[in-house]
């Protein structure tokens, strides 16, 4: 099984790259996210890959990163999310986003990737909402900004997110900001303080 390819960009296009290894051209399917990264054609460039062995084909699929990665492999074992459908979200969702989406069931969010219907964001967020803390987004992630994710029972930061919602926020935009406000403010700051704080994270 093929884990890893270094070689050159040949060319990319059209949710593919053909990168040529010891003049060998291996065509990867890839997120519109990983080919953004990949650079001009001739350069060297390096992918984490997944391969998929059937019947009829072999097919490889491209990351840029472990986050995208361990998102891919997640995705699929949703009922209804396959490999074309599982590299549309990641190409409108980044590993981060779709970590914070799924912790605050931002169905919004979710129904922004092309493909993913109210239905199919609910049954996202049932069935991933338990795996998303625990999955491990890579370095690349914590670049991004990590992921804010607040503790389940805290009253507080949950009557200021549904605040914070009703003012025309998503989900998983108040929970980030409200995690952060949290985090500086500390656990003793009531429902007000921590929507101020929020709303100032928010237009930051």
Avoid: C
Avoid at 102 to 116: E, H, I, K, Y
């Amino acid at each position: 099984m093929i884990g890893k390819l270094s070689g050159r960009l040949d060319e990319s296009g059209d949710g593919q790259a053909l990168i040529d290894v010891g003049g060998v051209g291996y065509l990867v399917f890839a997120s519109n996210r990983t080919l953004a990264v990949l650079g001009q054609t001739g350069e060297a460039v390096s992918l984490l890959i997944e391969t998929h062995v059937r019947e009829d084909h072999i097919h490889l699929y491209g990351f840029a990163e472990a986050g995208e990665r361990a998102w891919f492999r997640l995705l699929q074992g949703v009922q209804g999310v396959g490999s074309r459908l599982a590299l549309a979200i990641l190409s409108t969702l980044s590993p981060a986003e779709l970590t914070q989406a799924v912790a605050a069931a931002d169905r919004q969010a979710l129904t922004r990737a092309p493909g993913v219907g109210a239905k199919l964001a609910a049954r996202l967020i049932s069935e991933l909402k338990d795996k998303v803390a625990g999955l491990d987004l890579g370095p690349a992630a914590q670049l991004d900004g990590g992921v804010a994710i607040l503790p389940a029972g805290d009253a507080a930061a949950k009557d200021a997110a549904d605040a914070l919602q009703a003012l025309g926020y998503r989900p998983s935009e108040a929970a980030a900001a409200l995690a952060k406000a949290r985090k500086a403010l500390g656990e003793e700051v009531g429902v007000e303080e921590l929507v101020k704080a929020g709303l100032r994270e928010l237009v930051r």
